[in-house]
């Protein structure tokens, strides 16, 4: 598991493989600049959890036949204010991206994504897809996600989802029920809310332990 780093530039070559699990844990600012080349294979995942303020920034640019795939989740809780902004690049055609962000905010924490993907005109062939949910703790947290479209060529597939939502009260009277006091009810829909963004990555156990337990200091 990596921190964010202050900057970096990563050129992944044509055919070629990598993965990246980026942990934010003490606040500050990261940026990446990643290239992917022809026919190649990137997967990032970040957790974004620290500090009274941090901010990750990732711009992805996509070469003929290249995937990308993202996974991201950011807790924050008190005061804290977490954003992560990513600008994925299909510039040539045949390239896949997909982005999966799960932010959960409590206190009086602000959570943000941005998330823009930009076709050019000779990407044909662009697939692309972005799933966003937040989840809102208390009335006082705010979360806010914009995922953003920006399309010159005709023939791609982009869609994009998003939801910003508190707890689902059928499923936290459900689970009291049978038994759950409200805390381990409430941990329990968390825990469901942010699984499976980080399956199939590397360190995965590690990943979603450091989740689980910055959500337990929520409830």
């Known amino acids: 598991l990596w921190p964010a780093p202050a900057a970096e530039a990563i050129i992944v070559p044509a055919g070629g493989t990598f993965a990246r699990n980026v942990v934010q844990q003490d606040g500050g600012i990261g940026t990446f600049a990643i290239s992917v080349g022809a026919g190649a294979v990137a997967a990032f995942n970040v957790l974004n959890i620290g500090g009274d303020y941090s901010r990750i920034a990732i711009d992805v640019t996509l070469h003929a036949g290249a995937r990308f795939e993202l996974g991201c989740v950011q807790i924050g809780g008190g005061e ?10 299909h510039a040539e055609p045949g390239a896949t991206s997909r982005k999966t962000v799960r932010s959960v905010a409590g206190g009086r924490a602000t959570v943000t994504y941005l998330g ?9 062939g662009t697939d692309s897809e972005q799933d966003i949910k937040a989840m809102l703790l208390d009335r006082t947290a705010i979360a806010n996600a914009r995922p953003e479209l920006e399309i010159y060529a005709d023939d791609v597939a982009c869609a994009h989802g998003c939801a910003i939502g508190e707890l689902d009260t059928s499923g936290m009277f459900y689970l009291q029920s049978r038994g759950l006091p409200p805390a381990d009810a ?27 337990a910055k959500l337990g200091e929520l409830v």
């Open 186 to 212: 409430k941990r329990l829909l968390l825990q469901a809310f942010v699984a499976g963004v980080f399956d199939g990555a590397d360190d995965a156990e590690a990943l979603q332990a450091l989740a689980l």
């Open 116 to 124: 823009k993907v930009s076709v050019a005109r000779v990407a044909n």
């Open 80 to 89: 804290q204010t977490l954003e992560i902004i990513t600008n994925v690049t």
